[in-house]
């Protein structure tokens, strides 16, 4: 039902920014909760944030809130992830997903979305 694709990431330094960008190519996009996940070398795939098909409703987890912002553009079937005051801390492989029916008490677990991008690498350097 839906495709997913991110791009925007790369090479930063500590305290710059990046956004980045999920293509999403599903005709029902408005329908699906999204998420984003990241996994650094050897840890475990870490969720990041979430947010409602509407954009009305977002979820970060504790590292990343007031850093990073999760927005949508449902028109353009696009997810964004605004990530500011980076640190090293927040290198990883960064993925989209995909989900519906899903709500804030389980947007946290990987195994509640059932469409994956396949990331975009983000390197924060010191």
């Known amino acids: 039902q839906v495709q997913l694709v991110e791009s925007g990431g790369g090479l930063v330094q500590t305290g710059g920014s990046l956004r980045l960008s999920c293509a999403a190519s599903?005709?029902?996009?408005?329908?699906?909760?999204m998420g984003w996940f990241r996994q650094a070398p050897g840890k475990e795939r870490e969720f990041v944030a979430w947010?409602?098909?509407?954009?009305?409703?977002?979820y970060y987890t504790d590292s990343v809130k007031g850093r990073f912002t999760v927005s949508r553009d449902n028109a353009k079937k696009m997810m964004y992830l605004q990530m500011n005051s980076l640190n090293a801390e927040d290198t990883a492989v960064y993925y989209c997903?995909?989900?519906?029916?899903?709500?804030?008490?389980?947007?946290?677990?990987?195994?509640?979305?059932?469409?994956w991008g396949q990331g975009t690498q983000v390197t924060v350097s010191s």
């Open positions: 599903g005709r029902t996009f408005s329908s699906y909760t």
């Open positions: 947010l409602s098909g509407g954009g009305g409703i977002t």
């Open positions: 997903a995909a989900a519906r029916y899903i709500t804030s008490a389980s947007a946290a677990s990987a195994a509640s979305y059932n469409y």
